[in-house]
């Protein structure tokens, strides 16, 4: 028959206490290595006799008991269904599983181990594999409500990292709590020392856990079970170190463990953490007038921009000449917040047409070219008339919004994408409205293609500090 206990053993929480059985120093050192259950992934461990779930660690046990073919209620917790073949069977269940112990013949049990805790499992078996399975039991430990949160530190800085935090608000313990976060292209982590991971309890902080990178994804594990949060602790903290130089990026990490959660929606955490360029232009306009070509430009942040320059050149491939004298100044030099910018080129004449570049100057010395935009004088031209050719929306929506522009939304773009070196394709305002300039030839693609930011590969996995 299927029976539900709980289990009271003051040793539920870890085997490594047992000393009862050689085997199960064996079981110890194999679960640190086991990973998430995929279609009987899981290599069991042989215990000799009969071992149950409260020496295996857990709080409670659901043992069905013969192994008949069926779905099984497991109270509260949901429920749980078995396909006996007879010398092997299949489960799945609502609540996930930190073990299930599979018994029959005379060679003990098959212990399969999950961690953390997963929903299924294929092709169990019992030891020698040959025998009829003579009962199932299936452990887990009581609800525990994990939460995860994800915070930007010291951004902008020198040593910029994203904190993973993650508490328990009970009623059990968690155990093998699990921290999954895989990190965007464009972050480039610490090398060799590219996390630290520590328990912050009311006598202070202890280090906890341990991480691993492979390809872009980071997985951490405690190494001990997380109890219920009683005020501030205890919080499990984790910290991955920036590399100075990467861009930031948005990411998201999930936290599990074997216990059943009742609050999923918890159990993710966005992280937003950027790391602002030197300057973000969010325009760069050239308008025909008269006998002028006015130049104007807006910035949306202007964190380490010591001022500007504009190019001018007769044609997208021409040489480029600086028409201004001196460098323009930076107006929010060191500020978030942008500045708008003007600028009249008087040394033009009639009938050509001109291409400009504007670049910004960093502290650091770094340029950046913005552009081409293209204009050329008209006798017709109005003071409302004008070819803005470049117009790059960019900023953080709340303060283009106190600027009185809509906030930006990374846009899907769709065919015809220009790819490879080739300069944007640059307008002009002619009688009949603004026209393209033809410039190098296009490369197209037809693929929807929403642009990745820049950034670069991630290293090699490193270690803790």
Request: hydrophobic residues 40%; charged residues 15%; negative net charge.
């Amino acid at each position: 028959m299927s029976t539900h206990n709980r289990t009271t053993s003051p040793i539920r929480r870890s085997f490594k206490a047992f000393s009862v059985l050689t085997a199960l120093f064996l079981l110890a050192g194999l679960i640190l290595q086991v990973p998430v259950a995929q279609a009987a992934s899981v290599v069991p461990v042989q215990l000799p006799g009969n071992p149950n779930c409260a020496l295996l660690g857990f709080a409670n046990e659901f043992k069905i008991d013969p192994p008949v073919s069926g779905t099984y209620s497991a109270g509260t917790f949901g429920s749980i269904t078995l396909n006996n073949y007879g010398t092997s069977f299949d489960w799945s269940a609502t609540f996930a599983m930190g073990a299930v112990i599979a018994k029959g013949g005379p060679n003990g049990a098959n212990v399969y181990y999950y961690g953390p805790g997963t929903l299924g499992d294929t092709a169990l078996s019992v030891p020698g594999g040959q025998y009829a399975i003579s009962h199932v039991s299936f452990c887990y430990d009581d609800p525990a409500d994990l939460v995860l949160t994800k915070s930007c530190e010291e951004y902008p800085s020198t040593s910029p990292r994203y904190r993973l935090s993650v508490y328990n608000l009970g009623p059990d313990a968690a155990t093998q709590v699990t921290v999954v976060d895989t990190l965007p292209a464009s972050i480039v982590l610490e090398s060799p020392v590219w996390y630290s991971a520590k328990l912050l309890t009311a006598g202070g902080e202890v280090p906890a856990g341990s991480c691993t990178i492979e390809g872009g994804t980071v997985t951490c594990t405690l190494d001990s079970a997380l109890s219920a949060k009683v005020g501030a602790y205890p919080m499990w903290v984790i910290d991955l170190y920036i590399d100075s130089g990467a861009e930031g990026a948005i990411n998201v990490a999930t936290v599990s463990a074997a216990n059943v959660d009742p609050d999923t929606t918890n159990n993710t955490a966005l992280g937003i953490c950027l790391i602002p360029q030197a300057v973000d232009v969010v325009s760069f306009t050239a308008m025909g007038r008269e006998s002028t070509i006015d130049l104007a430009w807006e910035t949306a942040t202007e964190i380490d921009n010591v001022g500007f320059n504009l190019l001018r050149a007769e044609s997208p491939d021409g040489a480029r000449t600086q028409i201004n004298g001196e460098m323009i100044p930076a107006q929010a030099l060191g500020s978030v917040s942008g500045a708008s910018y003007t600028y009249v080129d008087s040394g033009v004449a009639a009938g050509v047409t001109y291409y400009y570049w504007l670049e910004d100057v960093a502290a650091s010395g770094d340029r950046t070219l913005n552009g081409p935009v293209a204009a050329r004088i008209l006798a017709a031209a109005s003071p409302e008339e004008g070819s803005p050719a470049y117009e790059r929306p960019a900023g953080r929506p709340a303060e283009r919004a106190q600027r009185g522009m809509p906030a930006f939304e990374a846009p899907v773009i769709t065919s015809p994408v220009v790819v490879g070196p080739v300069e944007p394709m640059p307008m002009i305002l002619t009688p009949d409205g603004p026209q393209p300039i033809p410039g190098p030839e296009l490369q197209l693609r037809s693929e929807p293609v929403v642009p990745p930011p820049p950034g670069r590969g991630l290293p090699v996995q490193g270690g803790a500090r």
